[in-house]
């Protein structure tokens, strides 16, 4: 994984047809801190998904998570072997 200088971010988006004709993909250029670097190593350790994989499901989950938040629903998880839940919260 390549890191940029964070005064070289790029805007440019590139269109490539998927293997399968089903859609396009977009390349996008990010700039990533420390710790989200270590987050998105440690996702693909655990899953064994692509890097692209990674970023496709995690931007999925949060637009889905702030829609459920932002129309004024509630988000719970609850941790194996626990009966409590615990409200997650957006910040």
């Not at 250029?29 to 693909?44: G, I």
């Not at 890097?51 to 004024?72: F, H, M």
Request: charged fraction near 25%; hydrophobic fraction near 30%.
């Amino acid at each position: 994984m390549s890191t940029l200088p964070a005064n070289k971010v790029q805007d440019s988006h590139t269109r490539a047809q998927t293997a399968g004709g089903a859609g396009e993909l977009t390349r996008v250029t990010v700039n990533l801190t420390p710790r989200a670097v270590r987050a998105l190593e440690k996702s693909t350790e655990i899953t064994g998904h692509s890097t692209t994989d990674v970023i496709n499901r995690a931007t999925q989950l949060y637009s889905y998570l702030e829609q459920v938040n932002s129309d004024g629903g509630r988000i719970f998880i609850r941790d194996e072997g626990r009966d409590d839940m615990s409200e997650l919260r957006l910040i």
